[in-house]
């Protein structure tokens, strides 16, 4: 149970403290039912879709997208990739080389 609250602790701090950025987190109402498999209060798990999920009991549960989604960059120049096999996220120009992001801590 510990561990569960250190990593909650952890992954809302980094939501936190990482600026520039895009979250995209939904919140679902109901039992913590996810792909047929029930889960029980304070449980998190990833999906197939690159969405860490976390149950907050019979309230709901909440996914929020594992991918880092730059907000500062040239959006001329470059394109977002998203690589669902590694749930990663390159920030590519039209050559493919790697692009520019501001990303600051406050």
């Known amino acids: 149970m510990v561990s569960h609250l250190v990593a909650l602790f952890t992954c809302l701090?980094?939501?936190v403290l990482v600026?520039?950025?895009d979250a995209?987190?939904?919140y679902y109402d109901g039992p913590c039912v996810y792909d047929k498999h029930h889960y029980g209060m304070w449980e998190m798990w990833d999906t197939d879709d690159c969405e860490?999920?976390?149950c907050d009991g019979d309230f709901g549960y909440e996914c929020c997208s594992k991918f880092y989604v730059p907000t500062v960059y040239d959006h001329e120049k470059c394109t977002v990739i998203k690589d669902k096999n590694t749930c990663q996220t390159r920030l590519l120009?039209?050559?493919g080389n790697e692009c520019e992001s501001l990303v600051g801590i406050l």
Request: aromatic share 14%.
């Open 13 to 15: 701090s980094l939501v």
């Open 19 to 21: 600026s520039d950025t």
């Open 24 to 26: 995209q987190c939904y």
């Open 52 to 54: 860490m999920c976390f």
């Open 93 to 95: 120009d039209k050559e």
